[in-house]
C-alpha cells in the first residue's frame, strides 16, 4: 500500500512521533493507522493517541440532579455545529431532554423516542426542533444513576457544556450520606478535569493493561536516554502497571526482595517493621502507574496531589464519622466515539434520527 504524505502527517499528529518514523512504521503496519498507532508507542516514539483528537465535538452534555441528590442523569445531544452548541433554543432542548428522562425512568434512546412529552410524541417534539433550529440533531445517549438506601448522588457539568460527570457513593446513614453531598460534586469536578475511563482498576481489562504497560515502559525508557545526555536523575522503570498484574506471590517476592536488600545494608531486624511496610507501598505506586492514568480511585486528587481519591474519601468518611463507598460513577466528554470527519457526521446524525 503507497504511504501517502497525509497520512504520515496524521500519524504524526495523533502521537507526536517524528516524520520517518511515522513512515516507516506505516510501511511496515500495511498503513493500517491503529496499529501503527500501537508500534509506535510499543517503541517509545509515540505517546498515547488521545481518540479525542480526532472525534467530533458538536452539541451539549446536560446533568440533572435530583433536590435530594438521590438520582443524577447525564445526557448528550449532538448537532451539527459548534455553533447550534451555542444556541438558547438548542441549550433549552438538552435540558428539558435530561429532566424528561430523568423522570420517566428511560434506559434506551428507543424508549425516549417513543414517549409523550407535553402531550405530544417525543419522536414529533425532537423533530420539531430540529426545524427549528435548522440543524440535524440527535439524542445519542444517556445514563441515568440512583442511590440506594442511605446513597448520595451528585453531578458536575463543565462550564463549556462538554463534559459531565456523574459519582454516586453509599454511606453507613442517610446523616453521612446528606452531609457528603457537596464533596462528591468535588470528586466529580476531580474526573471532569482529569479524566478517568473507570471507577477502580477492578474495571480494567487484563488484555488492556498489559498492553498499556508495555507502552508505558517503553516510554519511561525513551525518556530516560534522554535524561542520560542531559544528566538528570533516571525514572524508574516498572514491571508491571496495575494492581490487576500484582498477584499475591509478587507482593511475596516484593516483599522479599526488599528484607534482602536491608540485609545486604546490614540493617537490624528488629527495624525491618518499620521500613518494610513503606518500600511495599513504593513498589505498590510505581507499579501502578496505569491505575493511577485510567482509575478514579487511584487517582492523586487535585485539591491535594499528595493523596489518592480512594485515601481522601477514607479520610473525608471518618471526618463525618461514617463510611462512604464510591460505587458508580459515569462520565461523558463530547464526541467520544464519533470519527471527527465532517463530511461523514451529517449522514451518521441522519441515519441515528431517522
Given at each position: 500500500?503507497?504511504?501517502?504524505?497525509?497520512?504520515?502527517?496524521?500519524l504524526?499528529?495523533?502521537?507526536?512521533?517524528?516524520?520517518?518514523?511515522?513512515?516507516?512504521?506505516?510501511?511496515?503496519?500495511?498503513?493500517?493507522?491503529?496499529?501503527?498507532?500501537?508500534?509506535?508507542?510499543?517503541?517509545g516514539?509515540?505517546?498515547?493517541?488521545?481518540?479525542?483528537?480526532?472525534?467530533?465535538?458538536?452539541?451539549?452534555?446536560?446533568?440533572?440532579?435530583?433536590?435530594?441528590?438521590?438520582?443524577?442523569?447525564?445526557?448528550?445531544?449532538?448537532?451539527?455545529t459548534?455553533?447550534?452548541?451555542?444556541n438558547?433554543?438548542?441549550?433549552?432542548?438538552?435540558?428539558?431532554?435530561t429532566?424528561?428522562?430523568?423522570?420517566?425512568?428511560?434506559?434506551?434512546?428507543?424508549?425516549?423516542?417513543?414517549s409523550?412529552?407535553?402531550?405530544?410524541?417525543?419522536?414529533?417534539?425532537?423533530?420539531?426542533?430540529?426545524a427549528?433550529?435548522?440543524?440535524?440533531?440527535?439524542?445519542?445517549?444517556?445514563?441515568?444513576?440512583?442511590?440506594?438506601?442511605?446513597?448520595?448522588?451528585?453531578?458536575?457539568?463543565?462550564?463549556?457544556?462538554?463534559?459531565?460527570?456523574?459519582?454516586?457513593?453509599a454511606?453507613?446513614?442517610?446523616?453521612?450520606?446528606?452531609?457528603?453531598?457537596?464533596?462528591?460534586?468535588?470528586?466529580?469536578?476531580?474526573?471532569?478535569?482529569?479524566?478517568?475511563?473507570?471507577?477502580?482498576?477492578?474495571?480494567?481489562?487484563?488484555?488492556?493493561?498489559?498492553?498499556?504497560?508495555?507502552?508505558?515502559?517503553?516510554?519511561?525508557?525513551?525518556?530516560?536516554?534522554?535524561?542520560?545526555?542531559?544528566?538528570?536523575?533516571?525514572?524508574?522503570?516498572?514491571?508491571y502497571?496495575?494492581?490487576?498484574q500484582?498477584?499475591?506471590?509478587?507482593?511475596?517476592?516484593?516483599?522479599?526482595?526488599i528484607?534482602?536488600?536491608?540485609?545486604?545494608?546490614?540493617?537490624?531486624?528488629?527495624?525491618?517493621?518499620?521500613?518494610?511496610?513503606?518500600?511495599?507501598?513504593?513498589?505498590?505506586?510505581?507499579?501502578?502507574?496505569?491505575?493511577?492514568?485510567?482509575?478514579?480511585?487511584?487517582?492523586?486528587?487535585?485539591?491535594?496531589?499528595?493523596?489518592?481519591?480512594a485515601?481522601?474519601?477514607?479520610?473525608?468518611?471518618?471526618e463525618?464519622?461514617?463510611?462512604?463507598?464510591?460505587?458508580?460513577?459515569?462520565?461523558?466528554?463530547?464526541?467520544?466515539?464519533?470519527?471527527?470527519?465532517?463530511?461523514?457526521?451529517?449522514?451518521?446524525?441522519?441515519?441515528?434520527?431517522?
Amino acid at each position: 500500500m503507497a504511504i501517502s504524505a497525509a497520512m504520515v502527517k496524521e500519524l504524526r499528529e495523533m502521537t507526536g512521533a517524528g516524520m520517518m518514523d511515522c513512515k516507516n512504521t506505516l510501511a511496515e503496519t500495511g498503513g493500517d493507522m491503529d496499529k501503527a498507532v500501537d508500534l509506535l508507542r510499543e517503541k517509545g516514539l509515540g505517546k498515547a493517541a488521545k481518540k479525542a483528537d480526532r472525534l467530533a465535538s458538536e452539541g451539549l452534555v446536560s446533568v440533572e440532579v435530583s433536590e435530594d441528590c438521590t438520582m443524577a442523569t447525564l445526557s448528550e445531544i449532538n448537532s451539527e455545529t459548534d455553533f447550534v452548541a451555542k444556541n438558547e433554543s438548542f441549550q433549552a432542548l438538552t435540558q428539558k431532554t435530561t429532566a424528561h428522562i430523568q423522570s420517566s425512568g428511560f434506559s434506551t434512546v428507543e424508549e425516549l423516542m417513543e414517549s409523550t412529552i407535553g402531550g405530544v410524541n417525543f419522536k414529533e417534539y425532537f423533530n420539531t426542533q430540529i426545524a427549528t433550529i435548522g440543524e440535524n440533531l440527535v439524542v445519542r445517549r444517556f445514563a441515568t444513576v440512583k442511590a440506594g438506601q442511605n446513597g448520595v448522588v451528585n453531578g458536575y457539568l463543565h462550564s463549556n457544556g462538554k463534559v459531565g460527570v456523574i459519582i454516586a457513593a453509599a454511606c453507613d446513614s442517610e446523616k453521612t450520606a446528606k452531609a457528603a453531598t457537596e464533596f462528591i460534586r468535588s470528586l466529580c469536578m476531580h474526573a471532569a478535569a482529569m479524566k478517568p475511563l473507570y471507577l477502580s482498576h477492578e474495571s480494567l481489562d487484563l488484555e488492556f493493561v498489559e498492553k498499556e504497560t508495555i507502552a508505558l515502559i517503553a516510554d519511561i525508557e525513551k525518556t530516560n536516554e534522554e535524561y542520560v545526555r542531559l544528566g538528570k536523575p533516571l525514572k524508574k522503570v516498572p514491571q508491571y502497571g496495575s494492581r490487576l498484574q500484582l498477584t499475591d506471590a509478587i507482593m511475596a517476592q516484593a516483599e522479599e526482595n526488599i528484607k534482602a536488600e536491608l540485609r545486604a545494608q546490614n540493617k537490624p531486624e528488629k527495624i525491618w517493621d518499620k521500613i518494610v511496610p513503606g518500600q511495599l507501598e513504593r513498589f505498590i505506586a510505581d507499579n501502578t502507574q496505569l491505575d493511577q492514568q485510567f482509575t478514579l480511585l487511584n487517582q492523586f486528587y487535585v485539591m491535594d496531589d499528595k493523596k489518592t481519591i480512594a485515601q481522601v474519601v477514607a479520610e473525608k468518611a471518618a471526618e463525618l464519622g461514617g463510611k462512604i463507598e464510591l460505587v458508580e460513577y459515569v462520565r461523558f466528554e463530547l464526541g467520544e466515539g464519533l470519527e471527527k470527519k465532517q463530511e461523514d457526521f451529517a449522514a451518521e446524525v441522519a441515519a441515528q434520527i431517522g
